[in-house]
């Protein structure tokens, strides 16, 4: 079990901007790019994107469909948006409950050039 768990059973505190009854989506506590958000499987805790079983790949199009809603919602949807998932230490994933974010409110910069 991770922080998320807790976010999910609101032990500890976060800014909830989406839920349905499969997915939280949480504003990121140190944003990357104006709007920084995290989306979370609610119901299963999946450590890694190579953990993901196919009875589990729903969950995937789930996260895209509830960042997306989002995105419309919020009123940024046609200016883009960029979402990502972190597999692991080269990518520097720190927290073991799989999750998505989305990056928008800016143009942002190029990405996967190595940093060591
Ligand atoms: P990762 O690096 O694992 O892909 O992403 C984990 C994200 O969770 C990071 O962007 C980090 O800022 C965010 N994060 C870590 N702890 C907390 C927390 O307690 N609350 C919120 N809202 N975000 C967190």
């Known amino acids: 079990e991770t922080l998320f768990s807790k976010i999910i059973r609101r032990e500890i505190p976060a800014t909830i901007v989406y839920e349905d009854d499969e997915v939280l989506g949480f504003k990121d506590i140190a944003p990357q790019a104006p709007v920084h958000v995290l989306f979370i499987p609610k119901n299963e805790i999946i450590p890694t994107l190579d953990d993901l079983q196919p009875s589990q790949a729903h969950l995937i199009g789930k996260l895209a469909l509830a960042a997306a809603e989002y995105a419309r919602r919020e009123g940024f949807a046609q200016d883009g948006y960029r979402i ?3 597999c692991r230490e080269d990518a520097g994933q ?3 409950h799989i999750h998505m974010h989305l990056l928008a409110g800016a143009q942002l910069g190029h990405f996967g050039t190595p940093g060591r």
């Open 84 to 86: 990502v998932m972190n």
């Open 94 to 96: 720190t927290v073991f």
